[in-house]
Each structure stands twice: as structure tokens, then as C-alpha cells.
């Protein structure tokens, strides 16, 4: 099946710096979503990007499909921009909706 | 609308004993999935569903699981027998599908199960 890295793992920042979260796919993908977990657990849409790029306030997003990977900016980053940040495809050949995680990149933004 | 619903929000049951869930998709949604989070690791696919039909289901998905939606709007999922290992936080997904529809997913707030 396709596989989803995330890079990286962890990071820690001081309020106000920018990040660059990636994923990496594995095959051709026709869906790719990005989310950010709350502490409650739910998970938070912030981008449909199958390809191309988007921008949503202090957050935007490009995906290369043909070099399988998509990049999560955040600038100025807040402490309540921490938690867990998951990007989750659906593979070309599906056709199902059925979404596949990566292991997620967990953020964490110090006073 | 107000989202997908999932409830209860919390369960804690004893070893062996069965347990319902139930997730309200997005209203207009003819899709409807449901996934397992364990800690540290990201959400797996369990079953998904379009309109009333169960049309894939993961390995992850053991006998003692069931998941039914009678009437293509609302969904339930039971476990059987419960284990241990079936603790975990338990996620329902809602989207559009078929037809060149956007498929983006919209997901519930989850139920946390702890087996005791």
C-alpha cells in the first residue's frame, strides 16, 4: 500500500518563528488533506491540496504531486498552534475516500 | 450543520464486556468512515461506508467489530467481547463521494475507549 512520512517528528519553536512541515508519499495520490489534532483529540481540517498551493491566514500549503510530496508553512507561529499535525492522502487507484496517515509531526510553540 | 457527532465522547468499560458507539455524519454526506487512533501513532481506516452499503472493511477489523448504518444517515459501531487492546480513541469521517465529487473529510470529535 502507499506509504506517508512526515518530517519531522517533533519540533519545538519560540513564538513567532516560521516552520515548514513535510509529507512524503509513496505513490499517486488523489486526495491530500493536512489537520491539526486539538488536545482533545478532534482533528481540524486546514487544507484540501490534492495539487497546487493554498493559503489560509498564517498558514498555507503546496503539494508537488508529481514529486509526491506536499509542505505545511506556518509563519509567526503561536502557542496554540501546538499539537499534532497530520497529513493524510488517498491513493489514485481508490476511489473510495479511504484516507491513509502519516505518523504526524507534533509542534510545540514556547511563550 | 454542525459537523459530524460522535458520541459518547468518553467510555470506559470493563474486559469483556460490548460496547456501542454512534457517529452523525454531515448532513448532505453519502460517505461515512470509521478509524482508530492509538497513542503517538496517526488515525487507521477501519470500515467505510457509501450510503447504507459497508463496501470495504480493514483487516484491523476484527470479528468481535460491527459497524451498521441502516438508513445511510447515522452509523454505529459495536465491539464485542472487549479487549485491552481495543483501547483507544475511535474516529468517524464523513465526506461526498461518487460522481467527481470533492472528497474531503470532515471528522468527528472522536470516542476515547478505555477497556479496564
Known amino acids: 500500500g502507499i506509504q506517508v512520512e512526515q518530517s519531522p517528528p517533533d519540533l519545538i519553536l519560540q513564538e513567532g518563528a516560521n516552520s515548514t512541515l513535510r509529507c512524503n508519499f509513496s505513490d499517486s495520490v488523489n486526495n491530500l488533506q493536512w489537520f491539526h489534532q486539538n488536545p482533545w483529540g478532534q482533528l481540524i481540517n486546514l487544507f484540501y491540496i490534492p495539487s497546487g498551493t493554498k493559503q489560509n491566514g498564517r498558514l498555507s500549503a503546496t503539494t508537488v504531486a508529481t514529486e509526491r510530496y506536499s509542505l505545511l508553512y506556518i509563519s509567526s507561529s503561536q502557542t496554540t498552534d501546538s499539537g499534532v499535525y497530520f497529513c493524510?492522502?488517498?491513493?489514485?487507484?481508490?476511489?473510495?475516500?479511504?484516507?491513509?496517515f502519516g505518523q504526524g509531526t507534533t509542534l510545540q510553540v514556547k511563550p | 450543520d454542525t459537523g459530524v457527532s460522535q458520541n459518547p465522547r468518553h467510555k470506559i468499560t470493563k474486559r469483556g464486556q460490548n460496547v456501542t458507539f454512534r457517529c452523525d455524519p454531515i448532513?448532505?454526506?453519502?460517505?461515512l468512515y470509521w478509524y482508530r487512533q492509538t497513542l503517538g501513532q496517526g488515525p487507521e481506516f477501519l470500515t467505510y461506508?457509501?450510503?447504507?452499503?459497508?463496501?470495504?472493511k480493514s483487516r484491523l477489523l476484527s470479528d468481535r467489530f460491527s459497524a451498521e448504518r441502516p438508513k445511510g444517515s447515522f452509523s454505529t459501531l459495536e465491539i464485542q467481547r472487549t479487549e485491552q487492546g481495543d483501547s483507544a480513541m475511535y474516529l468517524c469521517?464523513?465526506?461526498?463521494?461518487?460522481?467527481?465529487?470533492?472528497?474531503?473529510?470532515?471528522f468527528g470529535q472522536g470516542t476515547r475507549l478505555t477497556v479496564v
Open positions: 448532513s448532505e454526506h453519502n460517505r
Open positions: 469521517a464523513s465526506s461526498l463521494g461518487g460522481g467527481g465529487a470533492r472528497t474531503e473529510a470532515f
Open positions: 461506508f457509501q450510503n447504507e452499503a459497508q463496501l470495504e
Open positions: 493524510a492522502v488517498e491513493h489514485d487507484s481508490s476511489n473510495t475516500g479511504k484516507l491513509i
